[in-house]
Each structure stands twice: as structure tokens, then as C-alpha cells.
């Protein structure tokens, strides 16, 4: 035991004395909170629209108007040359064109005194709008807008006496009803970061030794393999939690994210899944030989998984099934179901039953295989 | 001095392959993350997994069900949990999506007046719970316009030009040439020249009679080619594999190319000289990553950022090639329209590793 600790100051010393490290390290996650809770924001606003008004109306300057005031769309500067609205997207100076037709201004005008005969025309006035699909993103969000926009400019011009009759949606959302972003990054960024950090870490500070040959020092030492391996991953849990309590506080204090679960709960499946990561990090650093091998190493096995097949940004369900079954064996896919759950949800062990018993089970088996590759490469 | 440069490559290249490991990794990294990234970053919803409550039990509500579930979008997961207990559901994430039809919905149908259905939405995922209100929307317009027999009098018409289906795919690997272009030249040439400090080499090298400038090209040069091979292997792998349509020119491309890889370099190089170990290096040119991925307008389009980050956006090169290859390869945009773009770029480009080299003579000598 005391070895160990010794070990650990050593490497706490390790850590302190680069302190152009440690500021980075903790830095970063706070930095990717503000991005992702700022920056990265699904919800697409500010799409550059170039407006065509053939009709120059009242009626259609009014429609344009509705289109720069919701929010979503801001002017373009340039105007489109319709005999090649091509053009103005490959300058990049707008992502869409909206074409108003002559006629819009009569056929709202025929709605709003003759609402029943203009439901059943045979032929609904057309708005074009075409739409720069290389970002597919943005493109498919301004033609959802524009066609709400649209229904609702429609159903403004009616009578206010006149209910349209059909089918109609009354949506509510649980958890988030904002719909904000940083309340479904800020869980997920918590799992990335302790996956980084304890994995990455981890197997680099151990490459390092045997890189710098300091690892047959340590080994000749009075110590056991186990003892070292203990001792040099101590400190790292202790940064990675600090990153981890961080970035929840920064979520929670400054993002507004809800914390509506249980603490204790949350800590103690953060625990078993920084064994997981830890372990991950022990097992590549028992493949390689180089610190850059071990970062290439890491970044293919922990972060880009934990990133792409976890559901942290994408959701799992869309992707082809082998994906699907491959993203079973990243353990950050667990415990972000846990954190949103726990965090968003209020969810307890009751629902949350199946998430923690396979995070559970993958933290025994890498830990079981770290260790005994650990003893076959040293022993 | 050209002698001494090959030399310099050549021995890098052996160092970089004579482990075998890094060789597949050079190989496997850029192929791993396109199909990954290809098939996972997808923002459209295809999935939206809902339990369905039918109180009506009607022929109108069966149709309008019907109209809902049989695509790709609305996945009937029906689970016997009463209604008010629904939310148990969502945190078991069995489904994510609840759909009520009241008990008078034929009723109103029929005597042609509005009905509500009720929809509720598990918005932990912000983003996929607007889509599937949105898609709710789309559904319950076109029934009522095609079964109802109640058009829309007004309706837009959408063209969407380059990229008909709206595949993410078709935006993604273009992005990905970025990322792993920067990935590989800035961490490979700062953790290398750093690795020469660190285990001590870089004495050795100085005492060799070789100058400055060939020891700065014969450890740039290695991996700009490692950067070429990235790219070109990634480019390979969208048209084939994912049949992206490459619309412009390839000389464009790899002329930009190496224009940007001269401020990855020159960024790895000036990482080197302000760190003195690799974990240090990778750390710093880790976050250099992080950050400018995130502002590149790779995942999201910079329009969405807050002002502040707008501007912040103009420091980032990666910014500018990501519109120079979206341009190049999906819309066939050449010099006429993206001469601010390579403009920045190239003057990127000449501060940052002119910059970069001085920094790196002054620290050698």
C-alpha cells in the first residue's frame, strides 16, 4: 500500500511539475463545454435566404418579412439571378432562394373572404424555394421552416372565426422542453472527457517510461508490476474526476442543465466506468512501445468511439446495424445512457438496470484482461 | 543540401514504418474513421421508436396510424404500460416518442372539424425530438391533404440543388479530408520533433553538419507526404465507397491542399518548440485539434455560432479548406468564386510557417 502511494506521488510530481499540461488538461474540458453548450448548436438559425419577389406586393413583402423576422433566416446580400440560381450558392453568399410567384398577394387575398371555396381549389398556390444541399444539414432544416412559416402565414390570413378542419399535431416534450442543446451535451461530454482523459492519459504515461527507458528502473525497484501500474493511474483518476466535476458544474450552474437524479448514483457508475477507461488505456499501453503509438492507439480505440458510436452526438438508432452492434462493446455508450438518465430523466436503477449491469460487466472483463495481459508482457 | 534533406526523410519514414503497428495505423485511422463518421453522423432521424395509444379504435384512427408507421420514421414499439405511466419508457429509452389519439377522433373526422392528437417527445435528445415533431407535422399534413381530402392552399416546392437526397454522407467526407489532414501533420510533426528532444537525439542531429532549413524540411517533408496518402486514400474511399460526386478539379484540390498543410505544419512545428515532452505536444496540439474542429463549421455551420464565436472563426484555418473542399468537390466551385478562401488560406499558409521557422531556428541555434 505504501509503495503504491509512493508510486502515485511520484507521479502526481509528474504532473505537477508540467504544469503547461495540467492547465491544458483542465482547461479543455471547460473549454469543450463552452463550445459544445454554445457553439455546437443543432438547432440551425441564421440561414442566409435571397428573396426573388416576383408578385411585389404588399401581401408578399409582408410573407418575406415573416421569413427574416422568425429567427431562422437573415438577408443575403446578394440578389439571385434566377436564370441561374446556382450561382449566388457557389459564391456562398446564401444557402436558398425563395421565388414568389405573380398571384401570392390574390391568392391570400381569396382566402381571407373566401376561406371555403380556396380550401377546395384543386390547384394550392406554389412558393419555390431552392436550396444549396452540400451542407444537407442546413438545407433540410430551411425547407422545414420555410414550410411552417408558410402554413402558418396561410393560416394567419384566414378568418379568425375559421377553424381548419384535419388532423392536427399537440406536441409536448418531457425533460427538455426548450429543446437546448447543452441539456444533451453537457451528460455526454462528461463520459467523452473521463474516457480522455483516463484512457488516453493512462496508456501514454505508462508508454513513456518504456519509451525514456525508465521503465526497467521502475522495474528493478523493490515494487510489483501491479504496485506500478496502481500507482500510475491513481493521480489520473483523481484529474479525471476533477474534469468530471467541472464540467458538471459548469453545465449545471452556468448551461441551466437539470440535475434531477440522484448524486450518489452518479458517482458511483462514474467510478465503475473510469475502471473501464482505465483499463482500456492499461491494455494499449500493454500493445505498444511509443508514446505516439499509444496516442494513435488511443484515439482510435476510446475517443473516436466514444464519440461517434455512443450516442453522444448521433443517435445510434440511425446508423447500420454492424454499427449497432459494434457500439455494444464502448462503454461510453453505457454510461451516457446512465448520466442522460440519471441527469435529465431522474432515472434511477429500477429503469436503469440494464445500462449498469453491462457497464458493470465490461469495467470486470477489460479490467480482468488488462491485468493479465499486464503480467504476461512484464512477468 | 538536397542530399541531406532525402537523408533526413528517409530516416524519418524508417522511423515512423519500422514499427509495424504505426503503419496500420497510418492505414487503418483514415479508413475506420470514414466509416464511421460516413455512417453515424447523420443528423436526419430515420428511427423514431413510438408507443402508440389508440383510444379511438376507429377505422379513421387505424388509417391515420397507418399513414404514420409504415415508412422509416415512426417505429411502433408497443409496450403494455398505461398511458400515465408512459414516461417509464423513455427512461428505459425503449421508446422516445408517445402518440395518443383521443376517443373522438372519427367522430370529428367525420363531421370535418380540427382534432388534436397528442404527441409527446423524450427531448434528452434536443435534436431528434424536434425532428420527430417536425416529421409529425409532415405526416398529419399529407394525410389530411390526401386522405381527408383537405389540401393545403398554400404549399412550398422545394428544389434541393448538389445533393438531392440530403445525405450527411455527401457533407461528412469532405470534412473528414480536413480533420485528418490536421490530425495527422500537426500532432505527427510536433510529437516527432519533440520525441528527438526528449530522448536526446536532437543534440546528436545538431552536431551532424547539416543546416537549419534541411533539418526543418527533412522533418516537415515525411509527413506532409503521410498527409497526402491520408487524404488521398480518404478521397478514394467517399467516391468509391460512398459514391460522392466529385464535381471539380483535382488539381485545384491537392494545389490548395498543400497550401493548407503548410499552416498544419507550421502550427506542429511551433507546438514543438514550445513544448518539451510528447505528452506536452500532444496535448497542445490536441486542443488546437479540438478547438478547430469544433469552429471549422464541420459539424455545425458557423452561422449558428454566437456572434462572439463568429469572429473567433476568421483565426481558424481549417475554416477556410472546409469551404474549399465542400466547394471543389460537391458544387465544382473553382478560383472565380473561391479566391477569398484560398487568399486566406495561402496567407495562413506563408505567416504561420514562415512564423513557425524562425521560432524553430532561433530555439535550435
Same mark, same amino acid.
Given at each position: 500500500?505504501?509503495? %503504491? ?21 483542465? #482547461? ?20 442566409? #435566404? ?68 380556396? #380550401? ?27 414550410? %411552417? ?44 472527457? #473521463? ?39 491513481? =493521480? ?21 442543465? =437539470? ?121 | ?108 373526422? %367525420? ?30 399534413? $399529407? ?40 490530425? %495527422? ?36 517533408? =515525411? ?55 510528447? $505528452? ?86
Amino acid at each position: 500500500m505504501r509503495k %503504491i502511494r509512493q508510486i502515485a506521488r511520484k507521479e502526481f510530481r509528474h504532473i505537477l511539475r508540467d504544469p503547461r499540461s495540467l492547465i491544458i488538461a483542465i #482547461l479543455m474540458p471547460v473549454m469543450m463545454t463552452f463550445l459544445y453548450g454554445y457553439a455546437i448548436n443543432l438547432d440551425i438559425k441564421n440561414i442566409k #435566404l435571397a428573396i426573388k419577389d416576383f408578385d411585389n406586393t404588399s401581401v408578399s413583402r409582408e410573407l418575406a418579412g415573416k421569413f427574416y423576422n422568425s429567427g431562422y433566416f437573415i438577408r443575403a446580400e446578394a440578389e439571385p439571378d434566377i436564370s441561374d440560381p446556382e450561382e449566388i450558392f457557389r459564391r456562398g453568399e446564401a444557402v436558398a432562394v425563395l421565388v414568389i410567384r405573380n398571384g401570392f398577394g390574390k391568392t391570400i387575398d381569396a382566402l381571407k373572404y373566401n376561406p371555403q371555396m380556396a #380550401l377546395n381549389s384543386d390547384s394550392p398556390f406554389q412558393v419555390g424555394l431552392f436550396l444549396d444541399g452540400a451542407d444537407a444539414n442546413t438545407a433540410a432544416a430551411a425547407a422545414s421552416y420555410s414550410s %411552417i412559416i408558410v402554413t402558418e402565414f396561410m393560416k394567419r390570413a384566414l378568418p379568425p372565426d375559421f377553424e381548419f378542419p384535419g388532423v392536427r399535431i399537440a406536441s409536448q416534450v418531457l425533460y427538455n422542453p426548450d429543446l437546448k442543446s447543452s441539456h444533451f451535451f453537457v451528460p455526454g461530454l462528461i463520459a467523452i472527457i #473521463l474516457m480522455m482523459i483516463s484512457a488516453l492519459l493512462t496508456s501514454i504515461t505508462i508508454a513513456r517510461e518504456k519509451e525514456t527507458g525508465t521503465m526497467e528502473q521502475l522495474l528493478t525497484s523493490p515494487v510489483t508490476p501491479r504496485q506500478i501500474i496502481i500507482g500510475k493511474v491513481i =493521480p489520473y483518476v483523481f484529474v479525471a474526476l476533477l474534469d468530471g466535476v467541472l464540467v458538471l458544474a459548469f453545465g449545471v450552474f452556468h448551461f441551466g442543465v =437539470p440535475f434531477s437524479g440522484s448524486v450518489a448514483a452518479l458517482f458511483l457508475f462514474g467510478v465503475i466506468y473510469i475502471v473501464a477507461a482505465l483499463s482500456i488505456g492499461i491494455l494499449i499501453s500493454t500493445l505498444v512501445s511509443t508514446q505516439q503509438l499509444a496516442m494513435m492507439g488511443a484515439l482510435l480505440a476510446t475517443v473516436l468511439p466514444s464519440v461517434m458510436l455512443s450516442g453522444f452526438i448521433f443517435d445510434l438508432k440511425n446508423t447500420p446495424v454492424v454499427l449497432q452492434a459494434l457500439s455494444h462493446i464502448v462503454p461510453a455508450r453505457y454510461f451516457i445512457a446512465i448520466i442522460r438518465g440519471i441527469m435529465l430523466k431522474g432515472a434511477d436503477i429500477g429503469t436503469l438496470w440494464l445500462d449498469a449491469g453491462a457497464l458493470l460487466c465490461m469495467s470486470l472483463i477489460l479490467l480482468g484482461l488488462a491485468a493479465k495481459r499486464f503480467k504476461m508482457r512484464i512477468g | 543540401m538536397r542530399q541531406t534533406i532525402f537523408a533526413l526523410v528517409k530516416k524519418e519514414f524508417l522511423q515512423v514504418f519500422r514499427d509495424f503497428t504505426m503503419l496500420r495505423l497510418i492505414i487503418l485511422v483514415p479508413i475506420i474513421q470514414l466509416i464511421i463518421f460516413g455512417y453515424t453522423v447523420n443528423i436526419d432521424v430515420k428511427y423514431i421508436y413510438t408507443n402508440f395509444y389508440d383510444f379511438d379504435h376507429s377505422a379513421e384512427s387505424r388509417e391515420y396510424l397507418k399513414a404514420f408507421s409504415p415508412g422509416d420514421y415512426f417505429i411502433p414499439r408497443n409496450y403494455d404500460i398505461p398511458l400515465l405511466e408512459s414516461d417509464r419508457g423513455f427512461k428505459e429509452n425503449t421508446y422516445n416518442t408517445v402518440m395518443v389519439i383521443p376517443d373522438d377522433f372519427s367522430e370529428k373526422i %367525420i363531421n370535418r372539424e380540427p382534432v388534436d392528437v397528442g404527441l409527446v417527445v423524450d427531448g434528452s435528445n434536443a435534436n431528434s425530438a424536434s425532428i420527430a415533431i417536425g416529421y409529425a407535422n409532415i405526416i398529419t399534413m $399529407q394525410y389530411n391533404r390526401m386522405k381527408l381530402n383537405l389540401p393545403e392552399p398554400l404549399s412550398v416546392r422545394q428544389v434541393m440543388l448538389y445533393n438531392p437526397e440530403a445525405e450527411s454522407v455527401y457533407f461528412m467526407v469532405p470534412g473528414i479530408v480536413v480533420v485528418l489532414l490536421t490530425m %495527422i501533420t500537426v500532432m505527427l510533426t510536433s510529437m516527432a520533433i519533440v520525441r528527438e528532444r526528449e530522448i536526446g537525439t536532437l543534440e546528436q542531429l545538431m552536431v551532424t553538419p547539416m543546416s537549419v532549413p534541411a533539418l526543418i524540411l527533412g522533418k516537415t517533408i =515525411p509527413f506532409a507526404l503521410i498527409g497526402f496518402f491520408e487524404m488521398s486514400l480518404a478521397l478514394f474511399i467517399g467516391v468509391t465507397w460512398f459514391n460522392i460526386p466529385f464535381a471539380g478539379s483535382w488539381l485545384l484540390l491537392y494545389v490548395l491542399a498543400f497550401f493548407f498543410l503548410l499552416t498544419t505544419l507550421g502550427v506542429g512545428m511551433f507546438i514543438s518548440t514550445i513544448t518539451s515532452t510528447q $505528452q506536452q505536444a500532444m496535448f497542445f496540439a490536441w486542443f488546437f485539434m479540438v478547438f478547430s474542429m469544433l469552429t471549422s463549421g464541420f459539424f455545425t455551420p458557423i452561422a449558428n455560432m454566437p456572434e462572439s464565436v463568429q469572429y473567433l472563426t476568421y483565426l481558424n484555418p481549417l475554416r477556410y479548406f472546409m469551404v474549399i473542399v465542400r466547394g471543389i468537390m460537391m458544387k465544382g466551385a473553382g478560383i472565380d468564386t473561391l479566391y477569398p478562401q484560398i487568399l486566406a488560406l495561402f496567407t495562413f499558409g506563408v505567416v504561420v510557417f514562415g512564423f513557425s521557422w524562425m521560432r524553430f531556428s532561433k530555439r535550435v541555434n
